[in-house]
């Protein structure tokens, strides 16, 4: 497991133990597990330096440390399938409720530490990420060389990611595509993704078919497919957010119930590979 990595936001009337604290990740470790960490030497910035919990905090610094492991992390009773390995990459097809890396509860149970252990490879990285709840294809690096490359193709949008959706709703906007352009901000704390005003940030390209809806997204914004499709009156079955927060849905997982999944599928990711020139497309099963 990686280490934490905390971006403090406070300026320097706070200490940086006090920006550690009011971080989700900082928070959650505690005061005392701070100190701890403080005086074992595991509080480092980015050169690896060690950083006082009494010192001055600067705003867009960044500090790292690690977190325990949760003690009651939920096992997910659902295997990585692999679509492609090769000496750059490794592909897999997520299944639902797999976070892609540690975040929260969520550590060993992750797409990224069971390939780290399957694999006894410790540099491999995710090249982008899928929520939790979504299913399908993901893609790994596996060594550090190659990395920013195969990431800069998503950062440039060189990528052609596709997904599939269902919805129970009844869909009045035509048979031709809807393309869906806003802004969508998430902020720490709030779990749900809000549409505010401001310059466009989220392009999200939707057609109906016949059995649910194909999802074509030009931008890479935290839910936006899931805000999009809420937004037009077609939320995705089972989502536990949108259009309204469900929580008797999103504890399901945590009780070892694990029968309804969000409804939507990443089935595929298209590019030129930026190493060797070739053309690639991989594709879930699932989709």
Avoid at 129 to 136: C, I, K, V
Avoid at 148 to 175: C, I, M, N
Wanted: aromatic share 6%; glycine share 6%; net charge neutral.
């Amino acid at each position: 497991m990686d280490a934490t990595r905390v971006v403090l936001r406070a300026d320097a009337d706070h200490s940086v133990g006090a920006a550690l604290l009011a971080s989700k990740a900082g928070a959650e470790v505690g005061l005392d597990g701070l100190i701890a960490r403080s005086d074992a030497g595991e509080l480092v910035d980015l050169d690896g330096r060690r950083v006082a919990l009494d010192a001055p905090s600067r705003a867009g610094s960044a500090v790292f440390f690690y977190r325990d492991l949760p003690a009651d992390e939920p096992p997910i009773p659902f295997d990585l399938e692999l679509i492609h390995e090769d000496a750059d990459l490794i592909v897999v097809d997520k299944p639902h409720f797999l976070a892609t890396m540690p975040r929260g509860r969520h550590v060993v149970q992750t797409a990224l530490v069971r390939l780290r252990r399957d694999y006894g490879n410790d540099d491999i990285a995710p090249v982008h990420r899928l929520d939790r709840l979504t299913a399908g294809v993901l893609m790994f690096t596996r060594r550090p060389a190659v990395r920013r490359a195969y990431q800069e193709l998503f950062a440039d949008r060189r990528v052609r990611k596709t997904y599939r959706a269902t919805s129970d709703r009844p869909w009045h906007h035509g048979d031709a595509e809807v393309r869906v352009a806003n802004r969508i901000e998430k902020t720490a704390g709030d779990l749900r993704a809000r549409v505010v005003d401001g310059e466009v940030n989220a392009i999200s390209r939707i057609t109906r078919t016949g059995d649910g809806f194909l999802l074509v997204p030009e931008t890479g914004r935290t839910h936006q497919l899931r805000v999009h499709l809420a937004g037009l009156g077609v939320p995705i079955v089972d989502d536990p957010l949108y259009p309204e927060v469900r929580p008797e849905l999103a504890e399901l997982p945590d009780h070892g119930d694990f029968s309804r999944p969000l409804r939507l599928v990443a089935t595929s990711l298209e590019f030129d590979d930026p190493i060797t020139g070739q053309a690639r497309s991989f594709r879930s099963r699932r989709a």
